[in-house]
Every structure is written in C-alpha cells, then in structure tokens.
C-alpha cells in the first residue's frame, strides 16, 4: 500500500496569516500524463471530508481561492493563504495512483 | 447537483453482517462509481472498496475477504455487506462518488455518513 504521512499532525495559525500542509508519498507521478494522483480534502466537525483539490493542484469549483495545492512526485503541499475562521478543519491528502486507495493521518488546522 | 445518502441498520451484533445502502439522488447512475470509505472515532479514513455501475468490483484487500459490494440501477443505490463483524469495525461509513482510474479516483461528492456501532 502507498503510505502517506502528513505533517505536522496539528497547526495553529494566526487569522489572516498563512497555514501549509505537507504530504509525503512514494512515487504517486504517472509520467505518461504527469499527473501526480493526489487529492486534498477539508473535513469540518461533524461534516463529511470536503474535496478541495485534485491532480495535486487543480481547485474544485468553488473553493475559494486562497487554497492552492503544489508540489510533484513525492513532496506536496496544501496551502491557505490568509487563514479565515471558517477553515478550522482536518485537513487529509489522498492518493488515486494505485489501489487499494489510501489517505494521510490528518492534519488539525486551529486558530492561534 | 449530484447528492449521496447512506442507510442501513446503526447497531450490529459482533460476528454478524453490517449491510448498508448509498442513494444517489440522479435518475440514472448509469456509468457512475461509488466508493465506500470509513473513519473509526477520532482516526483516519480507510478506503473500504469501489464498485460501477455495471457492477464491477475493487476491493481494499485487508477487507477483501469479509466485503461485498452490490448494484441497483433500477433505484439508483449501491450496497455494502461487510461479515463477521468485530469491535474494530466500529465506525462512521461514508459513501461517496468517484471517477474510475482514468478520470481520477478522487472522492466527490460524499454521502452524510452512516455511524455503525457493532456491539453485543
């Protein structure tokens, strides 16, 4: 199975200020499309996991702008540019490059 | 927009079958995917298996032998029969649309999640 691992496991930033995310897989980069099968969810309290970005960096329709995914291969990296209250979330990667499909241990995201 | 709901009975007996249903809210799920993923309390998410429309399966091996996964096109719904069940199986069971492996397996949209406790 694709192990990912995710850090830190919890974050506190300030609101307005910037929060990053990282995952780390093995190789999830299909050369022949390069496309890295990785995606980035939000899971509010209560609420089911959220998708936030797919193929590493490309948004969801209607995700605000201020999350944005990057990284390639092995290394990537979720940010929220300027933290708002409503992002206090656990936020989790995700793998499709291969079954079985599997998912980072989450990272809490909280206000500072 | 496409929405999911998961139904099915909340409490199961150890050793006995957790058997639950995902309602697509479209008039055909002709060509569609639906994934079934858990979350233990206060843990991770665990990609249980995959199943087509036409009833093609994929299952996560560490469930494969106590999984099963089946169609209704007629009424738009997707089941998942999970054996033998244990303490350890106690978990929020979400259903949720995915791609297949040329467009993206990503997961979207998710159901509310069906929360089965498997106790005596």
């Known amino acids: 199975d694709i192990v990912l691992t995710q850090s830190p496991d919890s974050l506190a930033v300030s609101l307005g200020e910037r929060a990053t995310i990282n995952c780390k897989s093995s190789q999830i980069l299909y050369s022949s499309s390069n496309r890295n099968y990785l995606a980035w969810y939000q899971q509010r309290p209560g609420q089911p996991p959220k998708l936030l970005m797919y193929?590493?960096?490309t948004r969801e329709s209607g995700v605000p702008d201020r999350f944005s995914g990057s990284g390639s291969g092995t290394d990537f990296t979720l940010t929220i540019s300027s933290l708002q209250a409503e992002d206090v979330s656990v936020y989790y990667c995700q793998q499709y490059y291969h079954p079985p499909y599997t998912f980072g241990q989450g990272t809490k995201l909280e206000i500072k | 927009q496409l929405r999911l709901q998961e139904s099915g009975a909340r409490l199961v007996r150890p050793s006995e079958t957790l058997s639950l249903t995902c309602s697509f809210s479209a008039d055909s799920i002709s060509g569609m995917y639906c994934s079934w993923i858990r979350q233990p309390p206060g843990k991770a998410l665990e990609w249980i298996g995959q199943i087509h429309s036409t009833g093609l399966t994929n299952f996560n091996p560490s469930f494969k032998s106590r999984v099963s996964m089946s169609v209704d096109t007629s009424s738009s719904q997707f089941s998942l029969i999970l054996s033998s069940v244990t303490a350890a199986d106690t978990a929020l069971y979400f259903c949720?649309?995915?791609?297949?492996?040329?467009?993206?397996?990503?997961?979207?949209?998710w159901g509310q999640g069906a929360q089965v406790t498997v106790s005596s």
């Open positions: 193929w590493a960096s």
């Open positions: 949720a649309r995915t791609w297949g492996a040329a467009a993206g397996n990503w997961f979207d949209p």
